[in-house]
Structure formats: C-alpha cells, structure tokens
C-alpha cells in the first residue's frame, strides 16, 4: 500500500508560478512513475505530467513550457513547479503514483486526496 500526500497548493494570479510537493509513504525508488493529474469542476481527470524511474517525462500539450516535474527518490518525494499559470489551470491537482511488482498484481496505482489549485484572473 502506498500513500500519496499533495501539499503547495493555493491561490495565485494568472501569470504567476506555483509549486506541488507529493510526498510518498514507500521508497520512491520502488515506483516506477509518480506524476499529477488535476481535474476541474464538470470536467475528467486529465493527465498533467508523469516522470518514471529513470527520469523520462512526459507533459499534456497545455502544459509544455510552462510546468515541470522533477522527483526526488531519497526523499520520497515527486515535485511539479507550475509557472505562467492561467485561470484555466484551475482544478484539483492530484498526486499520483504506479507500482510496478514481480509478483500479482503485477502493477497497482495509487492516488493522493488532491489540492487545490487556484489561478485568478
């Protein structure tokens, strides 16, 4: 079982720059991708940014150039540093995490309890 705790949410102006800390229950060196999905109000959950184990990233086209994720495997922790946010970028943001196992089930995902990410105009 791996939990996922989100913290450095907020309220920022658009045009302004904020960051998310995840931090994981288990050795990160364990996961294989750790990353965020945020979700705003009467829309799906829609992917923002994963990072694997060996650093490969991949980013949703609305966030290129403007977010990063970065982790921290010693610390257990997995970051995304959010810059030129827009009123769009508005929504939930939630950790999240995939274990890959040699034994069944051979891959499990976890989910943080999410924060909140406000950008006004």
């Known amino acids: 079982q791996v939990q996922l705790v989100e913290s450095g949410g907020g309220l920022v102006q658009a045009g302004g720059s904020l960051g998310l800390s995840c931090v994981t229950s288990?050795?990160?060196?364990?996961?294989?991708?750790l990353g965020w999905y945020r979700q705003a109000p009467g829309k799906q959950r829609e992917l923002v940014a994963v990072?694997?184990?060996?650093?490969?990233?991949n980013y949703a086209d609305f966030v290129k150039g403007r977010f990063a994720i970065s982790r921290d495997n010693a610390k257990n922790t997995v970051y995304l540093q959010m810059n030129s946010l827009e009123p769009e970028d508005t929504a939930v943001y939630y950790c999240?995490?995939?274990?890959?196992?040699?034994?069944?089930?051979?891959?499990?995902?976890?989910w943080g309890q999410g924060t909140q990410v406000t950008v006004s105009s």
């Open positions: 999240y995490a995939k274990e890959i196992r040699a034994t069944l089930p051979r891959d499990l995902t976890y």
């Open positions: 990072i694997t184990s060996d650093g490969t990233t």
């Open positions: 288990k050795s990160a060196f364990t996961i294989h991708a």
